[in-house]
């Protein structure tokens, strides 16, 4: 499915409680305003246990925990979203896709959009009882090769015309003026475009309406091979499903992005503009 869609046409789900609804927000957030209806889940969790690679693919037994406590169904819809822009709620999605689950629907705008524009919400204390865990027997099976990309493979093709390595991060964390891991800078050849960039702080953080002119103008060519990376695979998380909702057929996270390749010794980086 790989949809974009507006919050008011959330409106008749929730009314109906016809839909699973998650929330990608902070608990704290969660607890004092959420969509009517939605599910939880802490970003922290779509993480696995990788201090040096952050951002890389959990293990399958981790999705599987997920997939169980938030009753997402292979092939009905699940509506996720955050409360900055879509970051939180894309690396869920990434999840999602690199287990064969596609019917996903991100809500443009999230959280923000929801309730600047005056629509109910609901608080709790508690976590909400639908998500008890539920006994259920599933099989999953890795897709990982179709939407993420290694450090050996990049390593293995960083010369390739083929390939475009989009980075999502600051303009601080490419040039190398700002450092976030053991080294700085970024992979040779990146392209650089923040996330920040296709977000539009006057639309409630919706995506901008021209992201696709944004994105031929910053040469990301979908004809190519796509890879977006940042530090933790939270933002290029977010540039790959825009890469989704555009329909290109190439594009893959780099799991590990920064926090692998700049703590790696045999990695190379490249600093300033270029």
Not at 16 to 30: A, E, F, L, T
Not at 186 to 203: A, V
Request: aromatic fraction near 8%; charged fraction near 25%.
């Amino acid at each position: 499915m790989c949809e974009l869609i507006e919050p008011e046409a959330l409106e008749p789900i929730v009314k109906n409680n016809s839909g699973i609804i998650v929330d990608v927000c902070d608990y704290s957030r969660y607890a004092k305003a959420h969509i009517p209806t939605a599910l939880h889940l802490q970003p922290q969790e779509t993480f696995g246990p990788y201090p040096h690679k952050i951002g890389d693919l959990p293990n399958l037994n981790r999705i599987k925990e997920i997939i169980i406590k938030l009753g997402i169904i292979k092939h009905k819809p699940v509506y996720i979203y955050d409360d900055i822009g879509g970051v939180l709620a894309s690396r869920l999605i990434w999840l999602l896709d690199c287990v064969g689950y596609h019917n996903w629907i991100l809500i443009n705008g999230g959280l923000i959009s929801w309730l600047k524009e005056g629509r109910a919400y609901k608080s709790t204390s508690s976590i909400d009882k639908t998500q008890e865990k539920k006994e259920i027997e599933l099989k999953l099976k890795s897709l990982a090769h179709e939407y993420n990309f290694t450090k050996n493979q990049i390593i293995s093709t960083l010369h390739s015309n083929d390939i475009i390595f989009w980075d999502s991060r600051s303009k601080g964390e490419f040039t190398g003026e700002t450092k976030k891991a053991a080294r700085a800078g970024h992979i040779p050849g990146s392209i650089h475009l923040d996330y920040r960039d296709l977000l539009n702080p006057n639309e409630n953080l919706r995506i901008r309406s021209n992201v696709s002119d944004i994105l031929e103008q910053n040469k990301i060519d979908p004809s190519k091979q796509i890879i977006t990376y940042c530090h933790s695979n939270q933002r290029s998380a977010f540039a790959f499903v825009v890469g989704r909702l555009l329909k290109f057929e190439r594009i893959k996270c780099y799991g590990g992005s920064w926090s692998e390749w700049g703590n790696s010794e045999n990695s190379v980086v490249s600093i300033g503009e270029e």
